[in-house]
């Protein structure tokens, strides 16, 4: 009950209108009566309902009650028309004409019924003909509004066909405008002592290492490292953080010594040995390679360079990262080189070994590097370089958090910042996949061009990245057949005398097999190069092969990326890679440091199109077809049938040798 009651004048024109709206109301009550009778006596007369279309009748797979109650839809506008499905009846087989008629005709009327159905501004739809088109006339005729039935959907359909515009990359300014380097070695050599902001002690060492110019690369990405540090390791250029720097180079072009250059000289003035700087490398043999380069930088320096890559054992590695001295952990290392894995163990159980006052972050090979993300390696760095109440004892200098948005506030007092510096051939322009390092501001150098080949037409449009190869190399692709395989590889050892010849195979069991054929062949020093060897084994076979005593080589892409071999001049594709960044990376172990190279890669008839598309469309300069004349293979012919027949045995022994150890 209402305490008050506030009556309000509502006028004339409400009484009018009410008065209306009853007269409506009944008139509509009537006709939806009468239209329910009319239903009625059409459902109880069987014949009728038989002739009826199944839409109409109910036999849409709608339940009955449903068509009981058609005025429910004036009475609750919220139920959508719908289209009447068409109805499946089982008909004979074989009366198939009758059949496709009859669907024909169902489904021009399902067509029909469609056409009637248009959309209103509110998101409703109309209907014309039919039922609603009829109560709609009636309407009109009695003054009342259109019915109108509000669904909420969008309805779909009455687009023409046409050819979606083809989307292009937009990078991000920074990967769309990089720094140049030039990809000439032997013509844009500089100087050293025209680089800028090389330290005389830096001069001095590599004078001592036989370096007098500078590589493009290194000519670029040394004084721009070490402007970071220009105002010591704590700011930046103005004070501020530094950038992160990317660089995308050929394949022997020099990186390594790009980052150990600057790397060395910004530690060299340090007073505590504190692990400043972190190079992460994906395997044992590349950060074994870049280890001896950082060791020979830093000699005679006080630096200390640690390698964790599993080649000694996890204790001996933890005696050679921190000691304890009073009580306290003290670090043995200044620089450390790590492959991803080992260097997670470390972070997680080896005592004094810190990063917080990590200032350098190096990622070599940073497209693989990226693709082993799942690892999460780099949280785990990330956490041990935040990590909370870090810093140097509490003192207010070195406090450190994890970086935000740069204020006032937060660069006072001044961190050590982390500088991220990422090293690689195939440098992935893909921004989400960057994103997941989180770069500061990044700056990119690079001798790519990320469009497409402007004579490749418009298929290479939508071809994946183009890279750059190395100025000395010349590639050309051999047909074969897979028998004719072995033959060939024997044919450039022993006729066109292309030793040492690095040869790639897609596995370890064809690399194994291979070496067994070619060593009962006789005639080659062969040795295989996979992961079935031991750390060890692999060690020495590396080093026999650059002291010259294996003339081949036979290896999976364990040795395709990173490895620098001096005096490589050929690299064969004995199995052809499937994918581009593997083959820039195995073609790469050969025209390095300028030098001149080439490189083959056998060819099934299956594999040619799209391997030559794919080449092509990623920037190679040209890829020529060799052909070895048939008669030249055919004098090892005989010889070759025998050694098959010795290889058989001999995989069977090795099997046999297998089981009984097992
Ligand atoms: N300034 C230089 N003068 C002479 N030789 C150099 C110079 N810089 C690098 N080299 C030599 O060039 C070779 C290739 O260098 P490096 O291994 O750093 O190439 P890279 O770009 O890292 O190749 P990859 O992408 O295959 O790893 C090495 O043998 C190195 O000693």
Known sequence: ??????????????????????????????????????????????????????????????????????????????????????????????????????????????????????????????????????????????????????????????????????????????????????????????????????????????????VTSFFPVQAEVVPAVLECVAQGLLVGRGGYRPRDICVSAPTGSGKTLAFVVPLVQALIGRVVCEVRALVVLPTKELAQQVCKVCALYAEGSGLKVVMLGGQKSFAAEQTSLAEQRGGKWKSLADIVVATPGRLVDHINKTPGFRLDLLRFLVIDEADRMIDSMHHSWLGQVTKAVFRAGSGSEGSSVFRRSEPTHITAASLSPPQMPLQKLLFSATLTMNPEKLQQLGL?????FSSTHSGPAPSAGPASAKSQERFNFPEGLTEYFVPCT?????????????????????????????????????????????????????????????????????????????????????????????????????????????????????????????????????????????????????????????????????????????KDQFRIKV
Not at 616 to 630: D, L, N, T
């Open 1 to 210: 009950m209402s305490l008050f009651v506030v009556n309000r004048y509502l006028g004339d024109e409400e009484e009018e209108s009410d008065s209306i709206r009853e007269s409506h109301a009944q008139r509509l009550l009537a006709r939806l009566q009468s239209k329910a009778k009319e239903r009625e006596q059409r459902e109880t007369s069987p014949k009728r309902a038989k002739k009826r279309p199944a839409a109409e009748s109910g036999e849409s797979g709608e339940p009955k009650q449903k068509t009981d109650k058609p005025k429910k839809k004036k009475v609750k506008p919220t139920v959508t028309p719908e289209v009447p499905e068409p109805v499946k009846e089982e008909e004979p087989a074989g009366d198939k004409k009758k059949d496709g008629k009859k669907k024909k005709k169902k489904n021009d009327r399902l067509v029909d019924d469609a056409k009637q159905i248009t959309k209103t501004d509110e998101g409703g739809v109309k209907v014309k003909g039919g039922e609603m088109q009829k109560e709609n006339q009636e309407n009109q005729e009695a003054g009342l509004p259109e019915v109108v039935v509000p669904t909420g959907f969008t309805v779909l359909g009455g687009f023409e066909n046409k050819v979606a515009p083809k989307v292009h990359r937009v990078l991000p300014q920074w990967l769309a405008q990089p720094d140049v380097i030039l990809r000439d070695i032997r013509r844009n050599l500089v100087a050293v002592g025209a680089v800028q902001g090389l330290s005389p002690a830096t001069l001095k060492k590599l004078q001592d290492n036989g």
């Open 440 to 444: 500061h501001q990044p700056r990119l």
């Open 482 to 654: 897979l028998s004719k395989k072995p033959l060939l590889i024997l044919h450039y050892i022993l006729h066109m005398k292309f030793c040492p010849l690095l040869c790639f195979t897609n596995s370890r069991q064809a690399a194994h097999r291979l070496f067994l054929l070619v060593r009962l062949f006789g005639g080659v020093e062969a040795a295989e190069f996979s992961s079935r060897l031991s750390t060890a084994e692999r060690k020495h076979t590396l080093r026999d092969f650059q002291h010259g005593k294996i003339q081949l080589l036979i290896c999976t892409d364990a040795a395709a990326r990173g490895i620098d071999i001096e005096g490589i001049k050929c690299v064969v594709n004995y199995d052809a890679p499937q994918y581009l960044r593997t083959y820039i990376h195995r073609i790469g172990r050969t025209a390095r440091a300028g030098k001149a190279g080439v490189a083959f890669t056998f060819l099934l008839d299956v594999q040619r199109n799209s391997f030559l598309k794919m080449v092509e469309e990623a920037g190679s300069a040209g890829i020529k077809k060799h052909s070895v004349k048939h008669q030249l293979l055919k004098n090892m012919a005989p010889r070759y049938e025998t050694t098959l027949k010795e290889l058989a045995s001999a995989i069977k022994d090795e």
